[in-house]
């Protein structure tokens, strides 16, 4: 009787609609943030520590890492502010008021959320877009970002010595010691990886618990949602198929 409960809790309905949740500008900016933080965290773990030995008198290992990540700091810049553009042009699930709990219906869910991963609670509050918990944390993380950036480019400045940089970026540096800057921008790099490894787990572990193709849907933009909790957002299932 138990196990048949929780089969019938956590299996789909047949009539379980198929709803097209996060849109294609969407996916790929979360996809290249991804691949950027990617590669900006291995050339700047070398540049921090070069552990590449240089076999020929011509290799310039140095300057290819360092190139590799300014390129790649300033493809995050723009994936960045392509997201958040989608903030206001995005569908009801990219836009900015996901990621803040006004309502009272998302902080009693992040509230259920809490309870969730503290083992209060068996099964997490269902979401058509991303639930107020996580919302919150990208938030957290998109701060994160803002910081990165503003301290990556202050020691690009200090090195470019460009004055329409300087013009936009220099104020920092008179604020901040570049030596702490320097702290500052490479401590965050683990908060990246400590994100990075939670959010992997929770998302392997809601896509499990809640069978409505989370996993997939970051892929393909498509997650399985009842008509019922369709009905609670507001949305009818004829606008929201794809």
């Not at 700047?44 to 990540?69: E, K």
């Not at 219906?105 to 639930?131: C, D, I, T």
Request: proline share 3%; net charge positive; charged share 15%.
């Amino acid at each position: 009787m138990a196990s048949g409960t929780v089969n019938a809790r956590i299996r789909p309905e047949a009539s379980w609609v198929r709803v097209y949740v996060w849109q294609l500008p969407v996916r790929l900016a979360h996809w290249i943030l991804v691949g950027c933080l990617v590669v900006l965290s291995f050339t700047g773990i070398y540049i921090h520590n070069p552990f590449i030995v240089a076999v020929s008198d011509r290799s310039w290992v140095m300057g290819t890492m360092r190139f590799i990540h300014v390129m790649s700091g300033f493809v995050l810049i723009s994936a960045l502010i392509w997201r958040f553009y989608w903030f206001f042009a995005g569908n009801r699930w990219a836009r900015w008021d996901q990621f803040v709990p006004f309502t009272k219906e998302r902080r009693s869910a992040m509230k259920n959320m809490m309870e969730y991963y503290g083992f209060l609670r068996w099964w997490p509050a269902p979401q058509v877009g991303h639930n107020p918990l996580a919302g919150a944390a990208y938030c957290a993380v998109f701060g994160l970002l803002i910081i990165e950036i503003l301290t990556g480019l202050a020691l690009f400045d200090n090195i470019l010595g460009n004055r329409v940089l300087h013009s936009f970026i220099g104020w920092l540096t008179l604020l901040i010691n570049l030596q702490y800057l320097r702290m500052i921008h490479f401590g965050i790099m683990f908060l990246f990886g400590a994100f990075l490894i939670h959010h992997v787990y929770s998302a392997i572990l809601i896509s499990k618990e809640e069978r409505s193709g989370l996993m997939d849907s970051i892929f393909t933009g498509y997650k399985y949602i009842s008509p019922a909790r369709l009905s609670r957002e507001g949305v009818g299932e004829r606008v929201e198929r794809h």
